[in-house]
């Protein structure tokens, strides 16, 4: 079956630095890789989304990348602001879309 | 205007009761899924719908029942309520872009 590993422990950075987040899978290839944000009490929101034959995409001070030989993505947050602080979320497509794996997310906490 | 809303947002009953969450999108897409997060954060999906027809169902219990009366609806009953049922339930939805939109959450605590 399908796993998707995140780290698991909290990734605390200083503002203005950059936080990268890891997002590993197994046992597939799939066709594209979601990135959602989650603050506590609400749904997952979308971030970004990457296709396989794309390496980077960025959106303002986000960035992913995806290496399908590795099988990871990296979730780049630039000039970090407390804002940022979050748990972000991947999210792996199968079965033509109509079913999604999540990873366990990682909480970043940016201090002041 | 709220794209996936749920009701209610908390939900806290007795064991061996029904229950039963509704979920609606005005976005116009076409597949609608219910998610289950627990305690520890994993998002996990129970059910997938398209076009009111149920797609995936991740071997869940009968006691859930997903009832889709159009796109826009996508209803959650449980019969029998178990303690291991208390969780956040996530609706959500999806176009052809390829992102999901979730509602609010619902939690759910069972006594």
């Known amino acids: 079956s399908q796993k998707i590993e995140q780290n698991s422990e909290a990734l605390n950075i200083q503002e203005g630095k950059t936080a990268t987040l890891t997002c590993n899978y197994t046992n597939y290839s799939p066709a594209y890789l979601q990135w959602y944000r989650q603050d506590p009490g609400r749904g997952p929101v979308f971030l970004l989304l990457?296709?396989?034959?794309?390496k980077e995409k960025r959106k303002e001070r986000l960035k992913v990348t995806f290496d399908t030989t590795l099988k990871q993505s990296l979730f780049h947050i630039t000039a970090s602001q407390p804002a940022d602080s979050a748990t972000y979320l991947c999210?792996?497509?199968?079965?033509?879309?109509?079913?999604?794996?999540f990873g366990s997310g990682t909480k970043l906490n940016v201090k002041p | 205007d709220t794209a996936v809303s749920q009701t209610p947002k908390y939900l806290v009953t007795q064991m061996g009761n029904d229950k039963s969450i509704k979920c609606e999108q005005n976005?116009?897409?076409?597949?609608m899924y219910w998610y289950k997060q627990d305690s520890k954060k994993f998002l996990k999906i129970m059910f997938s719908?398209?076009?009111?027809?149920?797609?995936i169902n991740e071997t869940v219990p009968n006691r859930f029942s997903p009832k889709s009366p159009d796109k826009a609806h996508l209803n959650l009953h449980i019969n029998s309520l178990e303690l291991g049922d208390s969780a956040v339930y996530f609706c959500?939805?999806?176009?052809?872009?390829?992102?999901?939109?979730f509602g609010p959450g619902t939690r759910l605590t069972v006594l």
């Open positions: 999210a792996l497509p199968l079965y033509n879309f109509n079913k999604f794996y």
């Open positions: 959500a939805s999806m176009g052809s872009t390829d992102t999901q939109y």
């Open positions: 976005l116009g897409h076409d597949t």
């Open positions: 990457i296709r396989e034959n794309e």
């Open positions: 719908y398209n076009n009111k027809e149920l797609i």
